[in-house]
C-alpha cells in the first residue's frame, strides 16, 4: 500500500514538472513567433560565421572562441541557413535545459516543494523564454554547464574525464570555463576532505580538457605563428575594461583610451597573438598603478552583469514590438532578476560566512554539498567578470545556481520565522 502511494505521488509530481515544461515552451514558441529582432553586434557575427561554416569556408580566425557559431555551422549545413533554425535549436536546448535541471534536483537532497519552486522559477524565468530568439552562444553554454553539473553530481566511475571532455567543449564557447577544474577542486577538497583525490579528480578534468582542446591550440598556434589559446580577444577584453576612462564598468573602444595602444605602428603591425599579449601587459600595469579603481571598476561589472535585465533588449532589437509593451515587459524581467540576483547574493554572502566556521570549527557535515557548489560557482563566474568585463547578459548561466541559492534565502527565513513563535 505504501509502495503504491509512493508511486502515485511520484506519479503526480512528474505530473506538475511535465505541465511547467510545456508552459515554459509554449512561450517560447510564442515569442519567437511573434517577436523578431535584427541581427547586430556579436550575434550577426555568429550568424554570418555559422553560416560560411555551413558552406565550407574558414572557422574563423584565432580573434574570437568559436564554439557556437561551429556547432550552430553544422546544424545549418543539415537543416539550411536561418534565424528561424537558429531559433529552433534554441528552444531545443532550451526545452533540454528544462529537463538538466530537473535532473540536478532528483540528485540533491531537498524538499519536493523546494524542487517545484526552483524548477518553476527556472522555467518561467523571463530571459529563459526571451532568450530563445537570439542567435547567442548563452543558451548553448547553459546547456553544457547544466550538463557538467548532473556528471558532477553523479557517482559513476571515470566521471571527471567526461568533465574533462565538457569543459573542453564548454571553453570553445566561453574560454574561462577551463577554470572550472579548480572550481571542483574547492568544492571536493571541503566536501570531502582528502586532497589526494581532489587534486587527483581535478587534475584530470584540466588535463583532459587540454588535451581535447589541443587540435585546436594546434590550428591557432599554425596560424598566427607561436602558441596561442581558444582565442586571442582577451587582452582587448582586459583593455578596454582597465583604464582611466573608462569610468561605467562596460565596453569602451579601445581608441578612446588615452594613449592607446591600438594606434601606435607596433601594435598595428603586430599579428593577433602578439596584439592579445600587448593589450594584457599594458592592462596588467593599469591595474597594479590604480589598485583603488580597479576594485571601483570591478564592482561596476558585476552590478551591470546582476542587477540589471537590459539584456532583454537585445532580444526586441529592431522588431516591431512597440516601445510600450516593450517597457512593459522589461520592468517585469528587470524586478524578477534582481529579486532572484539580490537574494542569491545576500544568501551567497551569508552562507559563506557559515561556511567558514563550520571549517574552522571541523563541522564540515554540516555545510549543504549543493550549496556550496553553487557559491564556488558563483564566485568563479564573478571573479572573472570582476576582473574582466560586465554585461548584463553574462549572468544568464547563473539563472539556475541564483534561483537554487533564493529558495535556501527563503528556506532559512521561514525556520527563523517559525523560531520566533
Not at 373 to 383: A, D, G, K, T, W
Not at 408 to 416: F, G, R, T
Request: hydrophobic share 45%; aromatic share 18%; charged share 15%.
Amino acid at each position: 500500500m505504501l509502495t503504491k502511494m509512493n508511486y502515485n505521488h511520484s506519479k503526480k509530481s512528474s505530473k506538475y514538472y511535465f505541465i511547467i515544461g510545456v508552459i515554459g515552451l509554449t512561450l517560447s514558441i510564442v515569442w519567437c513567433s511573434t517577436v523578431n529582432p535584427k541581427l547586430f553586434s556579436d550575434f550577426e557575427y555568429y550568424y554570418n560565421l555559422a553560416v560560411g561554416i555551413s558552406q565550407g569556408k574558414p572557422w574563423g580566425d584565432t580573434y574570437t572562441s568559436v564554439g557556437y557559431p561551429i556547432i550552430l555551422g553544422f546544424i545549418f549545413k543539415i537543416f539550411g541557413a536561418s534565424t528561424l533554425v537558429a531559433k529552433v535549436f534554441n528552444i531545443i536546448l532550451t526545452v533540454m535545459n528544462y529537463y538538466l535541471v530537473y535532473s540536478i534536483l532528483e540528485k540533491i537532497d531537498i524538499e519536493e516543494k523546494s524542487k517545484k519552486l526552483i524548477y518553476t522559477l527556472f522555467v518561467i524565468f523571463p530571459l529563459n523564454i526571451f532568450y530563445n530568439n537570439l542567435v547567442a552562444t548563452e543558451i548553448l553554454f547553459t546547456n553544457i554547464f547544466l550538463l557538467v553539473t548532473n556528471v558532477y553530481l553523479s557517482n559513476f566511475r571515470h566521471k571527471y574525464i567526461i568533465i574533462g571532455i565538457l569543459t573542453a567543449v564548454n571553453t570553445m564557447v566561453k574560454p574561462f570555463f577551463i577554470v572550472y577544474f579548480f572550481a571542483i577542486f574547492i568544492v571536493d577538497i571541503i566536501k570531502y576532505k582528502d586532497f589526494k583525490n581532489s587534486i587527483k579528480g581535478s587534475l584530470t578534468v584540466l588535463f583532459i580538457s587540454i588535451l581535447c582542446l589541443s587540435p585546436w591550440f594546434y590550428r591557432n598556434t599554425k596560424l598566427t605563428g607561436e602558441l596561442t589559446f581558444v582565442s586571442n580577444n582577451g587582452g582587448i577584453v582586459l583593455y578596454i575594461n582597465n583604464n582611466s576612462q573608462n569610468n561605467i564598468g562596460r565596453w569602451m573602444a579601445a581608441e578612446d583610451v588615452e594613449n592607446s595602444i591600438v594606434k601606435t605602428e607596433e601594435y598595428k603591425s603586430a599579428n593577433m597573438t602578439k596584439k592579445n599579449m600587448m593589450l594584457k601587459t599594458a592592462a596588467k600595469e593599469w591595474i597594479k598603478e590604480h589598485p583603488k579603481d580597479f576594485i571601483k571598476l570591478g564592482f561596476l561589472r558585476l552590478k551591470n552583469t546582476y542587477f540589471n535585465a537590459g539584456d532583454f533588449f537585445y532580444t526586441t532589437y529592431g522588431s516591431d514590438i512597440s516601445e510600450t509593451y516593450s517597457s512593459i515587459i522589461y520592468n517585469v524581467a528587470n524586478v524578477f532578476k534582481i529579486a532572484i540576483f539580490y537574494s542569491a547574493i545576500v544568501f551567497t554572502l551569508i552562507y559563506s560566512l557559515y561556511i567558514l566556521i563550520c571549517i574552522f570549527t571541523n563541522r564540515f557535515e554540516y555545510i549543504d554539498s549543493f550549496a556550496l557548489y553553487s557559491l564556488v560557482i558563483f564566485y568563479m563566474f564573478s571573479c572573472v567578470y570582476f576582473i574582466t568585463e560586465g554585461q548584463q547578459r553574462y549572468s544568464f548561466p547563473l539563472i539556475f545556481t541564483t534561483i537554487y541559492c533564493f529558495n535556501h534565502l527563503l528556506n532559512m527565513l521561514k525556520e527563523k520565522i517559525k523560531g520566533l513563535f
